[in-house]
């Protein structure tokens, strides 16, 4: 496995990770279009966890959401998805820094270490996998009812925090991929064929057997 890779991926992974952090909470998901008014006095921006207000003046009012059951499946979804990738990303750096050839965590068993980075590499890719559905899902739904001219409540765009999942997104999946063309599952000695030898064959001799017995003192002329 190549080291140089290895470290490579670890850094995609876990920068990934971290921008997970910051767009979960980011509280400009959504936010309020100016499209069609003339005059506006005030800019609604969302997330998955509140919904905030800034007039003219530049005061900003948030609430939470009152109810989980009441909000809208897809933002329900999100959230489950969001979390999940969170727990997949810390699993996926777990198993890669236990698996990486530079960490002497795992002894020097590379064969073991390498099944390690196997799994940080599939962690990262279903954290990335998880954020990517959460945010082009959300995104969706946005643009969904952007443009129906049939929609009667507040219009939104996409914000800056949609933007920071797909990067993240983008990263974790960058990573776990090189984890998963970079490692290998046997060691090279496991791999090394062993050379064929033929087995020895022994030529038995079935011919009668001559006993040797010691010469005789009698010449055959001694015989009538």
């Known amino acids: 496995m190549n080291a140089i890779v290895e470290v490579v991926a670890f850094l995609l992974g876990f920068l990934g990770w971290i921008m997970v952090g910051v767009a979960l909470p980011n509280r400009y998901w959504r936010v309020s279009t100016v499209d069609g008014n003339v005059i506006t006095t005030s800019t609604i921006y969302e997330n998955l966890w509140m919904s905030c207000a800034t007039d003219s003046t530049g005061v900003h009012n948030c ?29 996926g750096i777990i198993a890669t820094l ?28 279903l954290q990335g996998l998880c954020t990517m559905i959460a945010v082009s899902w959300y995104a969706f739904n946005i643009t969904q009812e952007f443009f129906d001219p049939l929609y009667p409540g ?18 974790a999946l960058c990573g776990g991929c090189c984890l998963l063309c970079s490692c290998r599952f046997e060691s090279t000695e496991e791999k090394m064929p062993y050379p064929y030898q033929p087995p020895t064959q022994v030529t038995a001799y079935s011919g009668p057997v001559m006993s040797q017995g010691p010469p005789s003192q009698y010449g055959r002329n001694a015989y009538v």
């Open 63 to 91: 609430r939470d959401f009152p109810s989980l059951l009441a909000l809208s499946g897809y933002i329900q979804a999100s959230r489950a998805l969001m979390i999940a990738s969170i727990v997949m990303g810390f699993f």
């Open 154 to 171: 507040t219009k939104y765009e996409i914000g800056e925090g949609l933007y920071i999942g797909w990067c993240s997104a983008t990263l």
């Open 98 to 125: 236990v698996g990486m050839q530079c960490s002497k965590v795992g002894g020097e068993n590379y064969v073991l270490k390498g099944r390690f980075a196997g799994m940080g590499g599939i962690f990262f890719l």
